[in-house]
């Protein structure tokens, strides 16, 4: 599919599920991903996308000519070896352009506690992780819960309490930003990557997102148990664990 308004179309049309995804590949334009990689993204448990992928088929094919939003790599082209699932820059604009017209929650405002920082993110949000590291419950005070959005989509509206620090122990080489004025956590900006994460407690309304999965869980402090949520619970990172 290369059509803008077929895009939206079948955004409108298909499934919760499937739409997430649309959302999560959106995010990554022009870059093939394993679909263990793009779950681990979007905070999916493993074999959810082949799952999502055949339940819209039908769709596909009575609705749609059998064209689909997005492309595959072959395993046998793939530099992975596996199969690859990617969005072209238009297929993921067109994306985002369905969502922003299809949600009344297309902007989400956020801001710390004195309002000396207030942000806007006019773009999809991730859901959300909680991270066990010692640096972020040092950080936060307790775990962290973050959402994230694009680089791009984070537009600061009042920045004039926002302060940066190094975040020493981390090997993104991240800087974190904070309130100077009423001390509040809120971003983590890892410079190598096109997202910011956003402390989701410092959005105004955080409807309609979810927590995903803990992060960093060996790193968990002696002071509490991890919830039985059946979520997807990752030593380190999600990317670290797989390396
Ligand atoms: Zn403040
Ligand atoms: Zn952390």
Not at 34 to 55: H, K, N, Q, T, Y
Not at 128 to 136: A, P, T
Not at 166 to 193: K, Y
């Amino acid at each position: 599919m290369d059509d803008a308004e077929e895009i939206a179309r079948f955004h409108d049309r298909c499934s919760d599920l499937m739409r997430e995804l649309l959302h999560g590949l959106a995010a990554a334009p022009d870059t093939a991903r394993p679909f263990p990689e793009i779950e681990d993204a979007i905070g999916w448990p493993r074999r959810r996308i082949a799952s999502v992928l055949g339940g819209v088929m039908h769709l596909r094919q009575i609705e749609f000519g059998g064209r689909r939003p997005y492309r595959f790599h072959d395993a046998r082209v793939s530099s992975s070896g596996r199969w690859e699932l990617w969005m072209d820059h238009d297929q993921a604009e067109a994306v985002r352009v369905a969502q922003a017209e299809g949600s009344a929650v297309a902007t989400r405002s956020g801001g710390c506690l004195c309002g000396a920082v207030r942000y806007e993110v006019r773009g999809p949000l991730r859901d959300v992780l909680i991270c066990h590291c010692r640096e972020c419950r040092r950080w936060h005070g307790h775990v962290s819960a973050s959402t994230a959005a694009r680089r791009d989509d984070l537009v600061l509206v009042q920045a004039g309490g926002l302060r940066w620090i190094d975040s020493p122990a981390g090997d993104a080489g991240a800087r974190r930003g904070f309130c100077g004025e009423c001390g509040s956590s809120l971003f983590w900006d890892p410079p190598r990557r096109d997202t910011v994460s956003i402390a989701a407690g410092t959005l105004d309304d955080a409807a309609g997102l979810k927590v995903v999965g803990h992060w960093f869980v060996a790193h968990a402090g002696g002071y509490y148990q991890l919830p039985d949520d059946e979520l997807p619970r990752h030593q380190h990172s999600a990317e670290r664990d797989r390396g």
